[in-house]
């Protein structure tokens, strides 16, 4: 079964009535996906439309959540108002916040991670593609899509992802599909430096949920998020497991597309934690196109049958 979402999850979109907010909205709709409300203070009592499909605006979070039951919000603001928008889920008690939005400035997220502690609501991103919970009709459709992952690409079944990059996330989930490998949920949890949720987090549910029987995990060099997803796996994680660490070719020191992706020590290379997740049992991938073959074999290794 999936985690976090299903395909039965209501969602509501902060900023359905912006181009790129309202451009995904629409494909998440096209795909199947639960939206049943929009948020855009002001525009309340406006209608979004897409084709056959019309969802109501609300002026806030509390007030759509009340009206739809929508407990899982997709947040397309942009960066000076993020913040602000996360922590309005919060007050409203929505048990997940899925922040899209690139570029909210670190001290904001000091700000919201502080807000958050202690509380129900769980934070997946900033800066994140979102996650995707795929479907059992064709292409997936019917399945709950939150964000900017190309949902075509999915495909119902029992390995779950997760990533720090959205590309290396539809990369790995492409190459399970064409080789008839479906998922249970792929989650991309952003590349900024403070962010909700980890990886850590993720493997932990994917190792409690029984459908999930292998897991692709996706780093990149800066922090030790990895290393510490690794260790726990080693000691508690029975699922075959594959990794790939990209920014192996990064130069210390610089900062390599995503905000958290710059080595700040020598644990933060790709080198060393490629070394840790090799140590802790963890089929390593050693470029990206070897993702899904490292969980094959990561699998075949363990007796176990990914499809």
């Known amino acids: 079964m999936a985690i976090l979402i299903t395909p039965e999850t209501k969602i509501l979109i ?29 525009k309340g009592g406006q209608v979004f439309e897409h084709g056959a499909y019309r969802v109501p605006i609300f002026n806030s979070v509390a007030d759509a959540s009340r009206a739809t039951g929508a407990m ?9 108002f993020a913040a602000d928008a996360v922590l309005e889920c919060v007050d409203a008690g929505l048990d997940l916040a899925v922040a899209i939005t690139e570029g909210i400035p670190i001290k904001d997220m000091v700000r919201v991670k502080r807000a958050m502690a202690g509380g129900k609501t769980r934070l997946l991103g900033p ?8 479907g059992a009709g064709e292409k997936s459709f019917g399945g709950c899509r939150i964000g900017i992952a190309p949902g075509y690409i999915h495909k119902k079944g029992r390995v779950g992802v997760v990533s720090r990059s959205g590309t290396l996330t539809y990369e790995a989930v492409y190459q399970l599909t064409v080789r008839g490998i479906g998922q249970s949920t792929s989650v991309g949890i952003g590349g900024d430096p403070v962010n909700g949720t980890t990886h850590l987090d993720v493997i932990r549910m994917f190792n409690d949920d029984p459908e999930t029987v292998g897991i692709i995990m996706i780093g990149e060099i800066g922090g030790n998020a990895e290393a510490e997803a690794a260790r726990w796996i080693k000691a508690n994680c029975r699922k075959p497991v594959a990794g790939f660490i990209a920014g192996a070719t990064a130069p210390a020191g610089r900062r390599m597309g995503h905000a958290g992706a710059i080595v700040g020590g020598a644990a933060d290379t790709a080198a060393a934690k490629i070394a840790i997740l090799k140590e802790c049992g963890i089929e390593v991938a050693v470029t990206p196109s070897d993702m899904a073959e490292a969980l094959i074999r990561a699998a075949k290794a363990k007796g176990v049958a990914l499809s």
């Open 127 to 134: 800066n994140c593609p979102g996650i995707v919970a795929p």
């Open 14 to 42: 902060q900023g359905i009535t912006g181009d790129f907010g309202g451009r995904h909205a629409g494909l998440s709709l096209d795909y199947g996906t639960k939206v049943v409300a929009g948020v855009t203070p002001g």
């Open 72 to 80: 899982v919000s997709a947040i397309f603001v942009p960066p000076p």
